[in-house]
């Protein structure tokens, strides 16, 4: 799981600009499914055919959403330095003094104006410096409207947890890709698989495909909060008690008939599951579940420390867990 991590996590996709991360997925999930197509926004689908006749079988969308959270050039300064607007949740405190890495390859840093007190580290306090001297020597580099973001890596820090950017939500593409790696050898019904845009700026991606698919089930796999660090707002979810089973989060209520199949499913089957209630933030759940005529919709979550900042962190084994429990649903076992 940690090799096909870091070929998601090591690839640039600010929500509006998922190209390039869509053809590595693409290029993974390709010899387990038999088609793959690409709706008007740009989310990447393929789809699994299911044995069963038609008629016979449901449709089950599974959905991780591929953007992560970056930057974009607003103005170049007449000494150089660029001007920006966040794509997607920035906490900008985190953000301070980091390096970013542009679509085009340009390398700089991102730091606040001298003196800025800690709670005025707002978008228009930052600027970035990619150490041109004049205006005209940036903009030989970079234009206004260009994307940025911290610079994608990934570290092992021991032998099941990891750290880095943006495994929001690059991890749950991982799990989709295994899932399909696991089902490859048949499954009753149709299985879609749902590599969604601009999740960070809105669930925009989700809801055209949840409408194109129409499916009876959808579920999404996302990274989730924990309450297993110091100072953290209590909640039920902990790194390494394995795959978080969505009841709510601000923008969504699980269908409770498939709240209650997964923890049936993750019990039976011995797949270590764990319960989430998430109070504030939302995935591409909400979206899926109203597209159309809606659909029974939920999420299966992988525990994530340091959401949105330059280390976020996972336990591999959740991830595992997370692709377990997504197969044994599918495979009906």
């Not at 039920?236 to 008690?241: E, I, K, Q, R, T």
Request: with cysteine.
């Amino acid at each position: 799981m940690y090799s096909l991590i870091k070929k998601m996590v090591c690839c640039a996709g600010t929500s509006g600009s998922e190209k390039k991360i869509a053809e590595v997925i693409r290029g993974e999930i390709a010899p387990y499914v038999d088609e793959i197509t690409y709706d008007a926004l740009g989310s990447l689908v393929a789809l699994k055919k299911g044995t069963a006749a038609e008629g016979e079988k449901k449709k089950i969308l599974l959905c991780a959403h591929m953007d992560e959270i970056g930057f974009m050039v607003t103005f170049i300064e007449d000494n150089g330095m660029l001007r920006l607007a966040p794509l997607g949740g920035i906490n900008f405190t985190a953000a301070a003094f980091s390096e970013v890495v542009f679509e085009n390859g340009t390398r700089g840093v991102i730091v606040p104006e001298a003196g800025t007190k800690p709670e005025d580290l707002k978008a228009d306090k930052f600027y970035v410096d990619i150490g041109a001297s004049t205006a005209g020597e940036a903009s030989r580099r970079v234009s206004v409207g260009d994307r940025f973001a911290l610079v994608q890596y990934t570290t092992r820090l021991s032998k099941n947890r990891i750290v880095g950017r943006p495994i929001d939500d690059r991890a749950g593409c991982a799990v989709l890709i295994e899932i399909a790696k696991r089902i490859f050898g048949g499954c009753r019904d149709d299985v879609y698989f749902a590599f969604t845009v601009q999740e960070e700026v809105g669930c925009r991606g989700a809801r055209p495909v949840g409408f194109a698919v129409a499916p009876d089930v959808a579920i999404a796999f996302d990274v989730t909060g924990v309450g297993d660090v110091p100072g953290a707002k209590p909640m039920a979810v902990s790194l390494g008690d394995g795959a978080a089973i969505k009841v709510r989060d601000a923008s969504v209520i699980c269908d409770a008939g498939l709240v209650d199949q997964l923890h049936k499913i993750a019990a039976d089957k011995k797949i270590t599951h764990q319960t989430e209630v998430l109070i504030s933030g939302g995935t591409d759940t909400s979206s899926l579940q109203m597209a159309g005529a809606g659909c029974a919709a939920g999420a299966i979550s992988i525990p994530s420390r340091y959401i949105h900042s330059g280390v976020e962190m996972i336990d591999l084994r959740d991830a595992e867990a997370c692709a377990a429990l997504g197969t044994a649903y599918i495979l009906g076992e």
